[in-house]
């Protein structure tokens, strides 16, 4: 099982993208990433911002997707954009 989420890793390939390459179940996959996650690893972790210095919220995605949006973006909005 590490095996396989170590190669999914070093891929470059989405989640979904090698559970289906690979014929495993995407729930499955998933599982194992959490299983054999490094206890250093912060992937879930949040984070403290003491100083903002833009007038923008930035949001970067996994696969290279960034957004800027207005610093008066609602938190409702924030919170579906960041689930996606």
Excluded at 53 to 69: C, K
Aim: charge should be neutral.
């Amino acid at each position: 099982m590490a095996a396989i989420v170590q190669n999914w890793q070093e891929s470059g390939l989405s989640q979904a993208e090698y559970a289906r390459n690979h014929d495993i179940k995407l729930v499955t996959l998933r599982y194992w990433i959490l299983k054999f996650r490094h206890p250093g690893d912060s992937q879930s972790a949040f984070i403290q911002l003491n100083e903002i210095s833009s007038q923008d919220i930035h949001i970067r995605y996994p696969n290279g997707v960034e957004l800027f949006l207005p610093v008066q973006a609602s938190a409702g909005l924030l919170r579906s954009l960041i689930h996606i």
